[in-house]
């Protein structure tokens, strides 16, 4: 199979983004020669940063195309990074401060300067240190913007910040690697892919999540022959490429897990020397697996043995150029730091790690940090939990109700209440599980303030919006890429901001100037900042300007005889002292989750190829290619509830919540006790009017959740859901 190129959305033609009846940018007139050049930046469409460059005639962003040379993109991009004009000049932008004038969520505002909103949020913030203390204070973020903003509320005086996107997806996949390894996948995973001859997928969805560089080196291995499992209650686009689909029983996962572990022990098919050399626990291992054989598995995960049986020998046979992919979102049942454990496990078994084919080693580059004071030590702990009542978890936890987390502080005043939000580029309201939650939360507050590019949802409920230019119209901190080779990246302005938005760094250092807080921002501009940053890699901003990007040497990318883990032991510990000591399961254990009731169907969802989360569903130019989601039902669900391909329904869950209308997708592609929906859709605000009301929303269905014990991630595999026909 030839490695094929990326979908070309934003660069066909600049009449191509006028789409939807927005009209929003120019045709170039006729007889008009334009001169064009090219600016390298990074993307914020995702969190993969992937280099950029951009093509600007006459001040106008016409094309975007993957930065040559730059380490995640390697010259392409993905659809959602081709479709990044979309953003720029979406006409629903946040144009200028907003002041609200209603009652929270009556969406009820009026404009604002800038120095009208700064005071009004500084002042309040200054309130809060006052009365409250600066603990009270909490910030929820995303994306590489948020540095400036993490040095505020550092000098502020505040512990408690996080993202949304270490409990409510890869949490539990780094504290399971962590357990084993001693040290997580990280971001971008260190997955080597297109070096691998066999690769597993548990519910991962390459090709539909558009990792770019993983998708790349997928597509690498197919055209090498590789083979490919693919685990999943739906047949995705990467099962379409695969030897063996799985069909599992949703939440048994674990319990096949642990019959491939029995087999690879049981046969003696595991990498012996490898597991002398580099492992220990064996022992424990296999006595407590003994009984976890494919027949075990296959009454409960409804695959057949001899299929998990010929899966585990084959993959043997590949080893140790063998992936089990670590995914990415973890967070399914409640039992997910167990269930990556075993990943984590499996890989060790085939002597993956830090083998060609499986996981390199990845580099880095020390990039020193601009001289400031110390921060203030604050007087009171984090509310969150992390690392108290969640003894692994080492970032903050965003949700919860009775947890111990930052919404649940705000919720139940406990161990203090929370009395402001500062809100940076994260729609809680899509990002949390049970928004009813959320909006109660919201609703405690003293301030919410929010700093975001589009009127998200979360936006509806601030007392103060901010609006940020985007991506390519600003400069962001600099991004130190740890991967294959360490490299240093520049995001640059392409174009001047438009409307009366600003950058993020310049948002943060004048609320910072406001709070008193001067000496925490001591740059004049952005441009001396970064340049006193690249001095300690000996590189100049003019330089970083006209390249983009700057790799550096590589160290060594697999394992050597002598390494030793970062764990208790030193090796790789297949059996978890530190887990028996807490008295928990030093081997994963399989526990049978919830059924559906009768009448419904489990819930599930998952990405786009064209859509990154809600943030771009209102992106004109992707919106042109999906405009709202579906919902997925087999053949046997759709009749049982009467349901024709095409017909508009409802799903409502087991709390009585219903979604908007949704198209249902009639299909072979699933399991008939599932449901399945793209993540992002059904979004409730009038200010962004392209994805306002279209589609379902996955995330109002959430309404319950199971909390992993060990990191305090939330589960969220566990909503069911019955169909409800439109008139």
């Keep these: 199979m030839e490695r094929r190129q990326f979908l070309k959305i934003a660069g066909a033609s600049v009449g191509a983004l006028a789409v939807g009846g927005y009209g929003w940018l120019p045709i170039p007139q006729l007889g008009h020669k334009a001169q064009r050049r090219s600016v390298p930046t990074f993307c914020e469409v995702c969190f993969w940063k992937?280099?950029?460059?951009?093509?600007?005639?006459d001040g106008r962003v016409v094309k975007l195309d993957g930065l040559a040379g730059h380490p995640l993109s390697r010259g392409r991009l993905c659809p959602r990074g081709n479709g990044g004009t979309g953003l720029l000049y979406d006409p629903d932008r946040l144009k200028t401060p907003l002041i609200r004038t209603g009652s929270r969520g009556s969406q009820h505002f009026r404009e604002a300067t800038w120095n009208e909103a700064l005071d009004y949020a500084a002042s309040r913030m200054a309130e809060i240190r006052k009365k409250d203390g600066p603990e009270s204070m909490f910030l929820f973020t995303h994306g590489s913007g948020s540095s400036f903003f993490v040095n505020l509320m550092k000098a502020y005086g505040t512990p408690n910040m996080g993202a949304p996107s270490y409990a409510q997806c890869?949490?539990?996949?780094?504290?399971?690697?962590?357990?084993?390894?001693?040290?997580g996948v990280g971001e971008p995973e260190a997955t080597d892919i297109a070096n691998t001859r066999f690769l597993v997928l548990i519910g991962g969805h390459l090709g539909e999540n558009m990792h770019n560089t993983q998708v790349q080196e997928f597509a690498e291995a197919i055209r090498r022959g590789a083979q490919v499992v693919v685990v999943d209650p739906r047949f995705s686009t990467a099962a379409s490429k695969a030897r063996w689909y799985l069909p599992i029983k949703p939440g048994t996962d674990l319990a096949l897990l642990l019959a491939w572990i029995n087999v690879l022990l049981g046969e003696g098919l595991y990498d012996r020397d490898y597991v002398e050399r580099y492992c220990t626990g064996l022992d424990e291992l296999k006595r407590v697996t003994a009984n976890d054989t494919p027949e075990w598995a296959a009454g409960i995960t409804e695959i057949p043995a001899a299929t998990i049986r010929a899966v585990a020998r084959e993959m043997?046979?590949?080893?140790?150029?063998?992936?089990?992919?670590?995914?990415?979102r973890t967070t399914w049942y409640g039992d997910d730091t167990q269930r990556s454990r075993a990943v984590a496990i499996l890989n060790a078994l085939l002597g993956s790690w830090g083998r060609p084919g499986g996981f390199f080693f990845p580099s880095g580059i020390d990039l020193p940090r601009y001289p400031i004071p110390p921060y203030p030590k604050p007087s009171r702990p984090r509310a969150d939990g992390a690392g108290t009542s969640y003894p692994l978890a080492d970032q903050a936890l965003t949700s919860g109700m009775q947890e111990a987390t930052m919404r649940g502080a705000t919720l139940t005043g406990k161990p203090y209440p929370a009395k402001g939000w500062l809100v940076y580029d994260t729609n809680l309201l899509q990002s949390l599980p049970n928004p009813r939650q959320t909006v109660a939360a919201l609703q405690k507050l003293d301030l919410l303030l929010v700093v975001d590019v589009l009127?998200?949802?979360?936006?509806?409920?601030?007392?103060?919006?901010?609006?940020?230019?985007?991506?390519?119209?600003?400069?962001?901190d600099l991004y130190a890429g740890t991967f294959r080779e360490p490299f240093v990246a520049l995001r640059q302005p392409v174009v001047a901001p438009m409307y009366n938005s600003k950058p993020g760094w310049w948002i943060a250092r004048e609320l910072g100037r406001r709070l008193g807080l001067s000496q925490y921002f001591p740059w004049n501009n952005i441009e001396e900042y970064l340049e006193r940053r690249l001095q300690g890699v000996n590189l100049t901003l003019a330089e970083m300007k006209k390249r983009g990007v700057v790799t550096f040497a590589a160290g060594a990318p697999y394992i050597r005889p002598d390494h030793k883990f970062d764990t208790a032991s030193g090796k790789i510990e297949l059996y978890s002292p530190l887990l028996a000591k807490m008295g928990v399961d030093p081997v994963p254990r399989y526990y049978p989750v919830e059924e559906p009731p009768a009448g419904y169907l489990r819930l599930l969802f998952g990405?786009?190829?064209?859509?990154?989360?809600?943030r771009t569903t209102n992106n004109p130019v992707l919106a042109s290619f999906m405009k709202e989601n579906e919902a997925w039902l087999s053949e046997s669900a759709a009749g049982q509830f009467g349901v024709r391909a095409g017909d508009r329904i409802r799903l409502v869950?087991?709390?009585?919540?219903?979604?908007?209308?949704?198209?249902?997708?009639?299909?072979?592609?699933?399991?008939?006790?599932?449901?399945?929906?793209?993540?992002?859709?059904?979004?409730?605000?009038?200010?962004?009017?392209?994805?306002?009301?279209?589609?379902?929303?996955?995330?109002?269905?959430?309404?319950?959740?199971?909390?992993d014990p060990l990191m305090g991630g939330t589960g969220m595999n566990v909503n069911f859901v019955t169909i409800v026909r439109e008139a």
Excluded: W
């Design 50 to 57: 992937c280099g950029v460059s951009a093509a600007v005639e």
């Design 170 to 183: 890869n949490g539990p996949r780094e504290v399971g690697f962590q357990l084993t390894y001693g040290v």
């Design 316 to 328: 043997a046979k590949q080893e140790p150029n063998v992936l089990i992919h670590p995914g990415r």
């Design 455 to 476: 009127p998200a949802d979360i936006a509806g409920y601030a007392d103060v919006v901010l609006p940020e230019c985007t991506y390519l119209e600003r400069y962001d």
């Design 607 to 614: 990405r786009a190829p064209v859509h990154s989360f809600g």
């Design 653 to 707: 869950n087991q709390d009585g919540v219903r979604s908007n209308p949704v198209r249902a997708n009639v299909t072979r592609r699933i399991r008939s006790d599932c449901v399945y929906l793209v993540h992002g859709f059904g979004h409730r605000t009038p200010r962004m009017r392209l994805t306002n009301g279209r589609g379902a929303s996955d995330s109002q269905l959430i309404t319950r959740y199971k909390t």
